[in-house]
Nanobody
């Protein structure tokens, strides 16, 4: 199975921006759909954005208009551009391959912490 390494998190003030990166250990061309997940303290992990091999994207309502997912198959990398960040975006962010039911099926990486606070 493909493994993923996330990076780019940090501490940012409300209204700020961050760009997360996710590098796959293998070829992204073999993965139809990739997703970014997040898990806040005391909450279940949720799927916030997905992108297909062809570039079709989907977002959870809470991030629509603020987050943009993209993928560079040549670099085996998926990105999450996060703008207008809010305190409720604070979480550990993970990427993974996603099946047709929205279930992650790759190995989980260590994630990257995003903290939105003044």
């Amino acid at each position: 199975q493909v493994q993923f390494v996330e990076s780019g998190g940090g501490l940012v003030q409300p209204g700020g921006s961050l760009r997360l990166s996710c590098v796959a250990s293998g070829s992204l061309n073999s993965i139809y759909k990739m997703g970014w997940y997040r898990q806040a303290p005391g909450k279940q992990r949720e799927l916030v954005a997905t992108i297909t091999r062809g570039g079709n994207t989907n977002y959870v309502d809470s991030v629509k208009g603020r987050f943009t997912i993209s993928r560079d198959n040549a670099k085996n990398t998926v990105y999450l551009q996060m703008n207008t960040l809010k305190p409720e975006d604070t979480a550990v962010y993970y990427c993974n391959a996603v099946d047709g039911l929205g279930t992650a099926y790759g190995y989980w990486g260590q994630g990257t912490q995003v903290t939105v606070s003044s």
